[in-house]
């Protein structure tokens, strides 16, 4: 078998291709599950870790410590594995929505500090100045502004939980990956992996170029 046959076999990625799309569709909702909690999750955080009261600041900084510490692989196995030995048993998508948002939460949490911080205090005394209270200040004049900025690394860290998403196989969610190694294994022939690798660039090329956009338009603007 030549190199074409054995790593782009038209035919058996052609009779893979319906498995392969299930499984990026899996994919695309995981991650989209994932970031959208791991965003209201790193919200909340991010404002309990800067305004909260002292006992809240520690529990959401000790949260956030933990969580960008440990290996996603590790949690993921726990939250899969270790959880029923409780009585908690969860299925493999809930499993690794469930770990991957808590992970991105504590990524997130990062990064909107960090963008909240970057605001000038001019702008939270002039909020002050005109009556706004807390959540109508950070509504209308903070967060808008903390978010043009972290628009990249946000970009990036969704680029992270998607890519991440592959290690959903591990727990038997019939993710891409996973159905790519179904099909390899009944074809006995590699082009499905291939044929996976493919579809990840085609879902996440387009997700780096548009991280490269959002820096250098904040580069133009900053200058």
């Known amino acids: 078998m030549d190199l074409l046959d054995t790593f ?27 970031i959208g909690l791991g965003f209201a999750g790193g919200l909340l955080m991010a404002l309990l870790r800067l305004y909260g009261p002292l006992w ?12 960008r510490s440990i290996p996603l692989l590790v949690l993921l196995v726990l939250v899969y594995y270790a959880l029923p030995f409780v009585g ?28 909240i911080e970057a605001i000038p205090k001019g702008q939270f005394e002039a909020a002050d100045a005109i009556g706004l209270g807390f959540f109508n200040r950070m509504r209308d004049v903070v967060l808008p502004q903390a978010l043009r900025i972290v628009v990249p690394p946000l970009t990036s860290n969704c680029i992270n939980v998607l890519k991440d998403t592959a290690l959903a196989s591990v727990v038997a969610m019939p993710d891409l990956l996973k159905q790519a190694t179904q099909a390899q294994a009944l074809a006995a022939n590699p082009t499905p992996l291939i044929g996976a690798a493919l579809l990840y660039l085609l879902l996440l090329l387009p997700l780096v170029r548009l991280v490269g956009f959002f820096e250098g338009r904040h580069r133009a603007a900053t200058r």
């Open 88 to 115: 908690i048993r969860l299925t493999s998508f809930t499993a690794a929505a469930t770990a991957l948002s808590l992970v991105s939460c504590a990524y997130t949490a990062e990064i909107l500090r960090a963008g």
């Open 8 to 34: 782009f076999n038209w035919p058996v990625f052609r009779s893979a291709l319906p498995m392969l799309l299930e499984g990026l569709w899996i994919t695309i909702v995981l991650g989209a599950v994932s």
């Open 56 to 67: 809240l600041r520690a529990v959401a900084r000790v949260y956030i410590d933990v969580f």
